[in-house]
């Protein structure tokens, strides 16, 4: 019998969709009681998944800063980091037993199978709006921004992105983080001068709702 299926194949997504993507499931993995940790062995543990995150990050953050002798160190710490992913995927498949709705609170995207409903009328089936009361203030420290919003029930992640020329030219715009929370997040390391901010609200799968409107303030 055709089950469920969790889509792992992580490697069509640009960098930044895979950021997306990895931010989601350890949102949803994260104190998730019905996939409570310790895995068993080989299951990389979420513990030993954030460090191949941040070895991730900061080789591609290097590499945007035009060190390209990084470029083969991300893909390398990328393809660990889609291994161990595959391997929790693998996991949760086996745990879930074709429970659509456990699939689908680990944060991976879910192949549908043809005909059957997806979930029990979960977070999947609800649309995302736009975080409310999106703030762009001074940051704490030369060269950043406070960004707040009010936190979404169904969102499990938050995009922020900006742009340095004209907000409605989409090519312009670059992703700076992905969070869990939109209450007082400081985004540094930003050049001085006008700059646009955005945010929007992501939902167990991946999913994402529509980008608040932009706002312009000065970095200083």
């Known amino acids: 019998m055709s089950t469920n299926k969790l889509i792992v194949a992580f490697k069509p997504l640009t960098e930044a969709g895979f950021q997306l993507r990895y931010n989601a499931i350890m949102a949803g993995l994260t104190d998730n009681p019905r996939v409570p940790e310790p895995y068993p062995p080989p299951v990389p543990g979420l513990a030993q998944v954030r460090q191949q995150i941040e070895d991730y990050h900061t080789a591609h953050l290097a590499v945007q800063r035009r060190d390209l002798s990084q470029l083969h160190k991300r893909e390398d710490t990328r393809e660990r980091l889609t291994n161990s992913l595959q391997r929790v995927a693998a996991y949760v498949e086996l745990l879930a037993n074709g429970d659509i709705d456990l699939l689908q609170s680990c944060g991976f995207e879910v192949r549908r199978d043809p005909g059957r409903p997806l979930g029990n009328g ?27 919003a009010t936190r979404q029930r169904s969102a499990i992640a938050y995009e922020i992105q900006i742009s340095r ?33 955005r945010l929007r609200a992501v939902r167990p799968g991946g999913a994402t709702g529509p980008w608040t409107t932009p706002i312009s303030v000065i970095v200083s």
Do not use: M
């Open 165 to 197: 020329g004209d907000p409605t030219v989409e090519e312009g715009w670059e992703q700076v983080l992905i969070v869990q929370s939109v209450r007082r997040v400081v985004v540094d390391k930003l050049l001085p001068g006008p700059t646009w901010v």
């Open 122 to 148: 979960g977070a999947a089936g609800k649309f995302i709006a736009a975080p409310k009361d999106f703030r762009v203030g001074v940051g704490p420290r030369a060269g950043s921004l406070q960004v707040d």
